[in-house]
């Protein structure tokens, strides 16, 4: 998503202003026109205003959720930040950024609010493009319903889907970090053995796009506390796509009918499945990171 506009009455600019130090953006000063503006330039807004003003300036500006723009109101206290437009279209997203500074991301969008993932999440957490928009609705109702399984196909095919399948094409640019662990290992430890690792690649933090593991450690609290402190989305694999990978390293995972977890797990995930650090063991953690 590209720098918001931020849209603001001239009393509320100190806000203003603290929002996009924070973001970066535009400030806009609020008149008649814009928002007519700001819909046509801008893929996301920041409103610091009442919700019912914005509601009533975009209402009639409305298109489709995959061109109308991300809106976001803020009240004026600052306390709140709240996706009006958008929310599975990077609204939801710059709230939650929002939160950074002190605000409440008050998220409505249902699979959220059920602790899912929507198409349009995975899309954006994998750096993919949905090509099949329409199915988007469909698909997500069935997500509020149970797990609904991401299936990767490697080409040249030429697949035939019904119209509730939702056809995402990658196009991930950065590294996937592929993490093993012991069972209770903290979160510092990860944390640690993911810098190490990522150090010794050559790389930096910023050029990880995502971390991956096996659907095992799904539930492994200090895995997911490290992803959290360090705001990187984290995959968790299925044991067939795990063992559907040619791991180079041998693994203690063998025991318990996986080929592995860190090498396997990064392969499955990143787009060229090249590894450029092999399983490296750090203590009780392992960590592999492809392309």
């Known amino acids: 998503m590209d720098k918001p506009a931020i849209i603001t009455f001239k009393r509320n600019f100190d806000l203003a202003e603290r929002i996009r130090e924070h973001i970066g953006g535009e400030i806009l000063l609020y008149g008649d026109d814009v928002f007519e503006k700001t819909f046509k330039t801008h893929d ?8 019912g003003i914005a509601v009533r300036k975009i209402a009639p500006l409305l298109g489709d959720k995959w061109s109308d723009p991300g809106v976001v109101v803020v009240d004026e206290g600052g306390k ?9 279209h990077g609204a939801n997203t710059l709230a939650k950024k929002l939160s950074e500074i002190g605000m409440q991301a008050v998220i409505t969008t249902a699979t959220e609010v059920r602790g899912k993932d929507s198409v349009e999440e995975i899309a954006e ?36 889907v019904n119209e509730d399948v939702s056809v995402l094409s990658i196009r991930t640019k950065g590294f996937v970090l592929g993490i093993g662990c012991r069972k209770g290992v903290e979160k510092q430890e990860i944390i640690d053995a993911i810098e190490e690792a990522v150090a010794m690649a050559g790389l930096k933090l910023s050029d990880i796009a995502l971390l991956s593991s096996a659907k095992l450690k799904e539930t492994e609290d200090g895995l997911i506390q490290a992803a959290r402190e360090l705001s990187k989305h984290i995959i968790f694999v299925e044991d067939s796509e795990i063992n559907s990978m040619n791991a180079r390293s041998d693994s203690a995972a063998s025991r318990i009918g996986l080929k592995g977890v860190c090498e396997p797990s990064a392969l ?3 787009k060229n499945r ?6 490296t063991v750090y203590g009780r953690v392992t960590v592999a990171i492809a392309r």
Not at 44 to 51: E, G, L, N, T
Not at 130 to 156: C, H
Not at 274 to 279: A, V
């Open 80 to 88: 709140f930040a709240i996706p009006i437009l958008g929310g599975h």
């Open 125 to 160: 957490i994998f750096g993919a493009d949905i090509e099949t928009k329409d199915s988007t609705k469909s698909v997500n109702l069935e997500i509020l319903k149970k797990d609904v399984p991401v299936l990767r196909i490697d080409g040249p095919k030429i697949v035939l």
């Open 268 to 270: 499955f995930v990143s």
């Open 274 to 279: 090249e590894l450029i650090l092999p399983k």
């Open 44 to 51: 996301a807004i920041i409103a610091i205003m009442a919700a």
